[in-house]
């Protein structure tokens, strides 16, 4: 009787073992972590609209909010604005990061009107005397700017200004120390009488 009951006993625990192990290999496998695929990210824009976005964030000189086709002198810098119908010398100036007064003054005939379209801003006023930039200047035989003549308190940065010409390149152009607007050895530099080249302000 007692080794009947080992033995039955024995063919239990075989026939359990491999039901157990099977068991176990199951919850395993439930609890096992599996990492989920990252689904492919997509874009509502369409591909002018990213391109777009890109141009005007790594741009650094964006173009002026007016309406109308802006002159630029030989380095890509506005000089000139025609105006068109609904443009105030407040808008221009706006656009274009100028003091509505200083704008006025820029131009060859007082101002005491708003524009009327077709009118030709200037941009630079050339020949209008302003802090920093007081000079008298030569023309050359095309009637451009092309000398210029520094007077007491004139800098780089103001006389760059006014004749459209980048402050690096007029700095260069000159053989000035320092390369900046603010640089102290470029305006140090700088004497009354002396003759700075307007190199292809046109």
Not at 33 to 57: F, G, H, M, R
Not at 137 to 164: C, L
Request: with cysteine; charged share 15%.
């Amino acid at each position: 009787m007692g080794t009947y009951m080992r033995r039955g006993n024995q063919k239990a625990r075989m026939i359990a073992t491999p039901a157990l192990l099977a068991a176990s290999a199951m919850l395993l496998a439930s609890c096992s972590y599996s990492e989920p695929t990252p689904s492919p990210t997509t874009s509502s824009a369409s591909p002018a609209a990213e391109a777009a976005a890109v141009i005007t964030t790594s741009s650094s000189a964006p173009t002026p909010d007016v309406a109308g086709t802006v002159g630029l002198s030989s380095y890509k810098l506005p000089v000139t604005y025609p105006t068109v119908a609904g443009d105030t010398w407040e808008s221009i100036a706006k656009a274009f990061e100028l003091k509505e007064t200083s704008l006025k003054a820029f131009q060859a005939k007082p101002v005491d009107a708003e524009p009327t379209a077709g009118t030709v801003v200037d941009l630079r006023g050339v020949d209008y005397l302003r802090p920093g930039a007081a000079g008298a200047y030569q023309k050359d035989a095309s009637g451009h700017p092309d000398v210029y003549t520094v007077v007491e308190g004139d800098n780089p940065g103001a006389v760059a200004a006014r004749f459209g010409i980048p402050v690096r390149q007029l700095v260069t152009d000159n053989k000035l120390p320092g390369m900046w607007s603010l640089s102290p050895e470029a305006t140090a530099s700088f004497t009354p009488g002396m003759k700075l080249k307007l190199q292809n302000p046109s």
